[in-house]
Every structure is written in structure tokens, then in C-alpha cells.
């Protein structure tokens, strides 16, 4: 008897890269200035509005047992970053951001690793001989509040494969440790030119509890294709953000709800037939 192969997309699983990112996280300690007085605030507005929400909805013992069953898993599994950037931290990044005038934010993620490798003001970005996906420019200028080209910014950019594994989050398939990861330092007018490949749209992984999470409302596990950004210079405000591509599919419907207008590239064919894309960052003073 013969078997017949069933062709399959590689999906990242969350045991896999969920939990990387935990591991990742704990690696650095983490503290907050934050006053017991802002402290208690906090922490007393949290249980009311909580408390509100119980009310409303009349919380059954049985959901809150489900819901102890669940908060247990998530940290066993390793997802609390997962969930965290994917349901709460767009509200954080909203919050924070009001303020400013520059570009605009968006959430940083699970994947972010610091030091990818320094690859000047023009550059391919690393990756594989046979790395799957449409090759795409993306350049700009860095720019202060007045327009004046930024010299020596730093560009820093990471995204998914066409698969979407990042690297060093791939669930031990192999992927080179700093693939689709790199910096950039912009010229004496502060411009970048990067050469990458184009995302696909991204599923978060979602067999664990995160996925649970998701089916018990009915909803689905997709991100838009996307491109995670640092970019800072000396005394500039480090901007944390995310591009997305004009009529991507998901873009009206993102999961972790992190785009805005102002983040859509619209990438065109250049003079030699490569998509390209010109998109500029504005850096508020710190
Ligand atoms: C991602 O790639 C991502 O950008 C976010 C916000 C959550 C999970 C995976
Ligand atoms: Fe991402």
C-alpha cells in the first residue's frame, strides 16, 4: 500500500516560537520607577473596572474556573508574550504615543532581537541563496520635526519569511540566526536603501492556549504582512513602528489591532521591474 504525501504549510506552532520568546524575555530584568501611590491607582482602577465587567455579564463559576484553567496554561506554555503583544500592547503604544509628532508607532512584538548585523546605509538585508518571496526595495530619509536629513540614523528592520518564521523564533527548523534581521546607518543626507524580500500575511501561532483563546470568540489568528521597524538617531525619540502593504489581505483586520493609515506602503515597479518603495520616518526630539 502506498501513502500519498498531503502537501502542507509550515506554520509557526506556539509551542515553538511562543515559548522562544519567553525564554528570550526572561534573559533581561525589567524595572519601572513607577511610585506605590501610581501603584495603588492603578492597581484599584483595574479590580473596579474588572469588577464592573463581572457585574455586567453575571461571570458564572464555571467560566472563571475556565478562565484560572486558562491563565495557568498560558504562562506553562510560554505564551504570555504572545498574547500580551497581540491583545494588549497596541493600547500601551496608543497611549504612549499621543503626544508625539513624528512618525507613528506600532507595537514592537514578540521577535525583536537588539545587534542584528550592521549593514550601511545600502544593503540586502540577510537571507538565504533560495529565500522564497518577491524582492522588494524599500528606501527613504530619516528626518528631524524640520525636515532636515538626519547623518548616522539608525535603521533597524526585522520581519517573517514567506513562511512566517522569524528568525532565532523558528521552532528549530534551522534558519540562520540573523536572517531577515538587519541595521542600517543612514548617509550624510540621512537616506537608507534597503533590499528584502516581502512578507507574507502572518498567522500567530495559535495551538496553544493563545488559539483557544481565539476560537472561544470566534475569531481568526492573522496579522497583515508586515515589516517591524526601529528607528532612532542621537537625541532623537526611538520609534518603535510597523509597515504594512496597501490591499494586503488582513490589513482592515488585523488580530493584535497595530495598523494605522499613516503605516501602508503602496510598493511600485522600478525602473528595472522590482517593487520599490519610498518611505520616510520623522523623529521627534527626546
Ligand atoms: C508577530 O509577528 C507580531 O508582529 C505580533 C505583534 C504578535 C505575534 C507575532
Ligand atoms: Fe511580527
Given amino acids: 500500500m ?30 519601572s520607577d513607577t511610585t506605590t501611590e501610581r501603584a495603588a491607582a492603578i492597581y484599584k482602577d483595574v479590580l473596579t473596572k474588572l469588577s464592573e465587567v463581572i457585574f455586567e455579564h453575571e461571570v458564572t463559576y464555571d467560566e472563571y474556573r475556565v478562565l484560572k484553567q486558562w491563565l495557568i496554561e498560558v504562562g506553562e506554555g510560554g505564551e504570555w508574550p504572545l ?19 513624528g512618525t507613528k508607532g506600532s507595537i514592537e512584538g514578540p521577535y525583536y532581537v ?9 544593503g540586502v538585508m540577510p537571507m538565504r541563496e ?7 526595495v524599500f528606501k527613504g530619509q530619516v528626518r528631524d520635526l524640520d525636515g532636515t536629513g538626519i547623518e548616522g540614523a539608525s535603521v533597524e528592520l526585522w520581519h517573517a519569511d514567506a513562511d512566517g518564521y522569524y528568525s532565532q523564533f523558528d521552532d528549530g527548523l534551522g534558519i540562520p540566526e540573523w536572517n531577515l534581521r538587519g541595521t542600517f546607518t543612514t ?7 534597503i533590499t528584502t524580500v516581502q512578507p507574507a500575511p502572518y498567522q500567530i501561532p495559535h495551538d496553544g492556549p493563545t488559539g483557544e483563546f481565539i476560537a472561544s470568540y470566534g475569531g481568526h489568528p ?12 542621537p537625541g532623537k525619540r526611538l520609534i518603535t513602528t510597523q509597515l504594512y502593504f496597501q490591499g494586503g489581505k488582513w490589513v482592515e483586520d488585523d488580530v493584535a489591532g497595530a495598523v494605522k493609515p499613516e503605516l501602508i506602503l503602496d510598493p511600485k515597479p522600478n525602473a528595472d521591474g522590482i517593487d520599490e518603495v519610498v518611505y520616510d520616518f520623522v523623529l521627534d526630539p527626546v
Avoid: M, Y
Fill in 222 to 233: 492573522w496579522r497583515p504582512a508586515h515589516l517591524h521597524l526601529k528607528v532612532t538617531a
Fill in 114 to 122: 537588539p545587534d542584528a548585523p550592521d549593514l550601511g546605509a545600502k
Fill in 2 to 31: 502506498s501513502t500519498t504525501a498531503v502537501p502542507t504549510t509550515a506554520v509557526p506552532t506556539a509551542a515553538g516560537s511562543g515559548s522562544a520568546a519567553t525564554d528570550k524575555f526572561k534573559g533581561s530584568r525589567f524595572t
Fill in 83 to 101: 498574547w500580551l503583544d497581540v491583545f494588549l500592547e497596541h493600547f500601551i503604544e496608543d497611549s504612549n504615543s499621543r503626544i508625539f509628532n
Fill in 187 to 193: 548617509d550624510a543626507e540621512g537616506n537608507f536603501h
Fill in 130 to 136: 533560495d529565500e522564497k518571496g518577491t524582492q522588494f
